[in-house]
């Protein structure tokens, strides 16, 4: 045996030989690739992602390799983002009610994301198995799908053991696989004017800033609420939903969003909903990651007041000149 593929051996988990039985194969994480930053950046990412689709559900997903195998969580994921209601029992105790279960609603997911039954990288067996590298395929999948402006770090990759039980014993076989897109030119939006802004005058981010500040109080005033900081002061989604509501005349019920955000993940859902309103109306022209704004990040915060304050603004200015055209 080569010196390497007996390291690939001595990385893999002890019960590895118990596990696999003649004739099989399996695929192994060895545990430099488990602490590779971009792989658990992407767990990080998908994690966040579920727990804040699924708050209003007060489910939590804790680990994605130990929580999704029993089609539970897979089951109300889907049905939030498809919206179709799937005949399956609620919650399956057993072993094979569960196995039935989540062959239901993979079933479903994988007509509703049109895969090719060929080139599909999961399966009930690997998933009811905690199979981390299906689990994550599929999840990548669901997120390109029906969330494509989650920021899930590009080009992760990660070297794999496949491992195969042999009448002569255990092979080993390493490859690299490929768990998301790889980056490229075409991947990144198109510079704006605050990429110029902060590029080219961060000395003018500051007067950019306090007019879109004077702005946002004097619609928010009579309200009784004003903003000192634009930085901080949006990262919970509660004044921008309010802001939204006010210039766009929506009525958000409080069931709807979390006045009192208590949590990255409460402040997520709220600043998740307001993009969305945003996009309904056709006013985001940017990419905007709502993960970005709850980490208070200024030049995502300014995109998105800047897109209500140049349609309001405007429109301000043509009520007050009926006759002319803006400048």
Request: net charge negative.
């Amino acid at each position: 045996m080569e010196p390497e593929s007996f390291y690939n051996l001595l990385q893999l988990p002890k019960e590895v030989e118990e596990e696999l039985p003649q004739g099989q194969k399996r695929k192994y994480l060895p545990p430099t690739s488990r602490k590779d930053p971009k792989f658990e950046e992407l767990q990080k990412v998908l994690m966040d992602w579920i727990n804040a689709e699924l708050l209003p559900e007060h489910i939590v997903v804790r680990s994605l390799e130990e929580d999704m195998f029993d089609g539970l969580i897979l089951h109300h994921l889907f049905q939030k983002l498809v919206g179709i209601k799937l005949d399956v029992e609620e919650i399956a105790l057993t072993a094979v009610s569960q196995r039935r279960k989540l062959e239901v609603v993979l079933e479903a997911t994988n007509r509703s994301l049109q895969v090719d039954k060929q080139q599909v990288k999961w399966s009930v067996d690997t998933i009811f198995h905690k199979d981390l590298l299906a689990t994550l395929h599929l999840l990548v999948a669901l997120a390109e799908r029906f969330q494509p402006s989650l920021p899930l770090p590009m080009d992760v990759q990660v070297e794999v053991i496949t491992m195969e039980s042999t009448k002569s014993g255990l092979k080993s076989e390493k490859s690299v696989e490929q768990l998301t897109k790889c980056s490229t030119d075409k991947d990144q939006p198109p510079k704006d004017v605050f990429d110029e802004l902060f590029k080219l005058a961060p000395e003018k981010v500051n007067a950019v800033k306090e007019a879109i500040v004077t702005f946002v109080n004097q619609k928010l005033d009579h309200l009784g609420l004003s903003v000192q900081n634009l930085d901080t002061q949006f990262a919970d989604g509660v004044i921008l939903l309010l802001l939204i509501g006010q210039l766009e005349g929506f009525f958000l019920h409080l069931k709807e969003f979390y006045l009192t955000p208590s949590s990255p993940a409460e402040m997520l859902h709220n600043v998740t909903l307001a993009l969305e309103l945003l996009k309904d109306e056709g006013l985001l022209t940017y990419p905007i990651s709502p993960e970005d704004i709850v980490n208070k990040d200024t030049k995502s915060t300014l995109r998105v007041l800047y897109s209500l304050f140049c349609k309001h603004k405007l429109k301000e200015n043509m009520d007050r000149k009926p006759g002319g055209s803006p400048n």
